[in-house]
């Protein structure tokens, strides 16, 4: 029996938000703890147009995302999350006109921080482009609720 998170639901929060498909995030799927997702190539998404490489920035975004993701792969679901920190060491240029792959792990969950490591990748995971260590912070609630912290209008 397959599980509609990982189904249904992951895939959506993988490329359904206004930017990720606009950058052209694709899911791939989870293996194990381990989540993945590809960009394909295309010209506009090119730092440098003499390279024909990806932009850095497209490989940060798309690093924080996968994290994201593998945030919620550890925790079976959906819950509010938010990148704390996040760091990326850049190894080398990406390859001209090759899709991107981007790998990632939540290596330990607390209640309320999910820390991550993830890389980027064209076929080798062993040969990244990019590696990120990073942790979101996981949206605890308590009870609160959205706009528990204003007024209410009794008390005004």
Same mark, same amino acid.
């Not at 029996?1 to 799927?29: C, N, R, V």
């Not at 440098?48 to 690093?63: H, K, S, Y």
């Not at 939540?106 to 064209?122: D, K, N, S």
């Not at 609160?144 to 209008?153: F, H, M, T």
């Given at each position: 029996? $397959?599980?509609? !998170? ?6 959506? @929060?993988? $490329?359904? +938000?206004? #930017?990720? #498909?606009?950058?052209? !995030? ?7 703890? *381990?989540? =993945?997702? =590809?960009?394909?190539? *295309? ?10 490489? /990806? ?14 993701? +593998?945030?919620?792969?550890? @925790?079976?679901? /959906? *819950?509010?999350?938010?990148? %704390?920190? @996040?760091?990326?060491?850049?190894? =080398?240029?990406?390859?001209? &006109?090759?899709?991107? %792959?981007?790998?990632? =792990? &939540? ?7 999910? /820390?991550? *490591?993830?890389?980027? /990748? ?7 482009? +990019? ?8 949206? $605890? ?10 007024? $209410?209008?009794?008390?005004?």
């Amino acid at each position: 029996m $397959s599980d509609p !998170f990982l189904t249904e639901i992951l895939p959506q @929060l993988a $490329s359904g +938000a206004a #930017h990720t #498909h606009a950058l052209g !995030f694709k899911y791939e799927g989870v293996e194990g703890d *381990r989540v =993945r997702l =590809r960009t394909p190539w *295309r010209p506009d998404l090119v730092g440098d147009p003499e390279t024909e490489v /990806f932009a850095g920035g497209l490989v940060t975004a798309m690093l924080d995302h996968v994290g994201g993701l +593998a945030v919620w792969v550890a @925790l079976g679901g /959906f *819950r509010p999350i938010a990148t %704390l920190d @996040l760091r990326v060491d850049y190894m =080398r240029a990406a390859r001209p &006109c090759v899709d991107l %792959l981007a790998e990632a =792990r &939540c290596y330990r969950l607390t209640r309320t921080i999910g /820390f991550v *490591r993830a890389w980027a /990748f064209e076929d080798d995971p062993k040969d990244p482009v +990019a590696a990120a260590q990073s942790t979101y912070v996981i949206n $605890s609630d308590g009870g609160r609720g959205i706009g528990a912290n204003l007024k $209410s209008e009794r008390a005004a």
